[in-house]
Protein backbone atom coordinates (compact mmCIF):
# COMPACT_ATOMS: atom_id res chain seq x y z
CA UNK A 1 0.00 0.00 0.00
CA UNK A 2 1.36 3.28 -0.89
CA UNK A 3 2.28 5.85 2.12
CA UNK A 4 -0.42 8.46 2.53
CA UNK A 5 1.92 11.23 2.08
CA UNK A 6 2.78 9.86 -0.85
CA UNK A 7 -1.00 9.85 -2.09
CA UNK A 8 -1.30 13.55 -0.70
CA UNK A 9 2.20 15.13 -2.27
CA UNK A 10 0.58 13.50 -5.71
CA UNK A 11 -2.81 15.62 -4.80
CA UNK A 12 -1.20 18.46 -4.39
CA UNK A 13 0.68 18.57 -7.24
CA UNK A 14 -2.53 17.59 -9.41
CA UNK A 15 -4.39 20.63 -7.39
CA UNK A 16 -1.42 23.41 -8.69
CA UNK A 17 -1.55 21.60 -12.09
CA UNK A 18 -5.53 22.65 -12.47
CA UNK A 19 -5.45 25.94 -10.44
CA UNK A 20 -2.76 26.57 -13.38
CA UNK A 21 -5.36 26.40 -16.20
CA UNK A 22 -8.76 25.68 -14.99
CA UNK A 23 -10.60 28.66 -14.39
CA UNK A 24 -11.94 29.24 -10.76
CA UNK A 25 -14.68 32.00 -9.70
CA UNK A 26 -13.89 34.80 -6.83
CA UNK A 27 -16.99 35.55 -6.31
CA UNK A 28 -20.62 33.92 -7.00
CA UNK A 29 -24.09 35.53 -6.32
CA UNK A 30 -27.58 34.42 -7.87
CA UNK A 31 -29.12 37.33 -9.94
CA UNK A 32 -33.75 36.30 -8.60
CA UNK A 33 -35.04 38.97 -11.01
CA UNK A 34 -33.14 37.21 -14.16
CA UNK A 35 -33.38 33.77 -12.46
CA UNK A 36 -29.24 33.80 -13.53
CA UNK A 37 -26.14 32.14 -11.58
CA UNK A 38 -23.09 34.94 -11.99
CA UNK A 39 -19.75 34.37 -11.66
CA UNK A 40 -16.96 36.09 -11.33
CA UNK A 41 -14.08 33.99 -12.64
CA UNK A 42 -10.18 35.06 -11.37
CA UNK A 43 -9.20 38.15 -14.49
CA UNK A 44 -11.93 39.52 -14.19
CA UNK A 45 -14.70 37.60 -16.39
CA UNK A 46 -18.03 36.89 -15.74
CA UNK A 47 -19.98 34.05 -16.45
CA UNK A 48 -23.94 34.44 -16.42
CA UNK A 49 -25.97 30.56 -16.32
CA UNK A 50 -29.78 30.45 -16.37
CA UNK A 51 -30.88 28.58 -13.23
CA UNK A 52 -32.57 26.05 -15.63
CA UNK A 53 -29.48 24.81 -17.10
CA UNK A 54 -27.64 24.08 -13.44
CA UNK A 55 -29.58 21.18 -12.96
CA UNK A 56 -31.47 21.76 -9.99
CA UNK A 57 -35.06 21.30 -9.23
CA UNK A 58 -37.24 23.60 -10.60
CA UNK A 59 -37.40 26.73 -8.23
CA UNK A 60 -34.60 25.60 -6.08
CA UNK A 61 -33.70 27.97 -3.61
CA UNK A 62 -30.31 29.26 -4.74
CA UNK A 63 -30.17 32.81 -3.58
CA UNK A 64 -27.14 31.41 -0.97
CA UNK A 65 -24.02 30.73 -3.09
CA UNK A 66 -21.07 30.10 -1.75
CA UNK A 67 -17.42 29.87 -3.41
CA UNK A 68 -15.36 27.00 -2.09
CA UNK A 69 -12.24 24.64 -2.91
CA UNK A 70 -9.90 27.46 -3.68
CA UNK A 71 -12.46 28.78 -6.28
CA UNK A 72 -13.05 25.10 -7.86
CA UNK A 73 -16.56 24.75 -6.23
CA UNK A 74 -19.87 26.48 -5.75
CA UNK A 75 -21.84 25.04 -2.68
CA UNK A 76 -25.98 26.10 -2.06
CA UNK A 77 -26.43 25.15 1.81
CA UNK A 78 -30.13 25.28 0.94
CA UNK A 79 -30.43 22.55 -0.94
CA UNK A 80 -26.89 21.02 0.02
CA UNK A 81 -26.03 20.96 -3.36
CA UNK A 82 -23.00 22.13 -5.30
CA UNK A 83 -21.71 22.82 -9.15
CA UNK A 84 -17.90 22.17 -10.37
CA UNK A 85 -16.99 25.77 -11.23
CA UNK A 86 -14.76 24.61 -14.18
CA UNK A 87 -17.22 22.18 -15.59
CA UNK A 88 -19.79 25.48 -16.12
CA UNK A 89 -17.21 27.33 -17.91
CA UNK A 90 -16.67 24.45 -20.11
CA UNK A 91 -20.37 23.85 -20.29
CA UNK A 92 -21.18 27.69 -21.29
CA UNK A 93 -18.37 28.19 -23.81
CA UNK A 94 -19.74 24.83 -26.04
CA UNK A 95 -23.05 26.23 -25.60
CA UNK A 96 -24.18 23.32 -23.83
CA UNK A 97 -25.77 25.71 -21.51
CA UNK A 98 -28.07 27.86 -23.98
CA UNK A 99 -30.23 25.36 -25.07
CA UNK A 100 -31.20 24.38 -21.41
CA UNK A 101 -32.35 28.25 -20.65
Known amino acids: MEPIDEIIARAMKRGEAAAAVEPRAVAAR ?9 L ?3 GG ?9 LGFAPGADLSDV ?3 G ?3 DLYFPSIDDGAFVPELA ?4 EHR ?5
Open 30 to 38: FDAVRRRLV
Open 45 to 53: AELAIPAGA
Open 90 to 93: RAAI
Open 40 to 42: ELE
Open 97 to 101: LAAAA
Open 70 to 72: GGF
Open 66 to 68: RVE
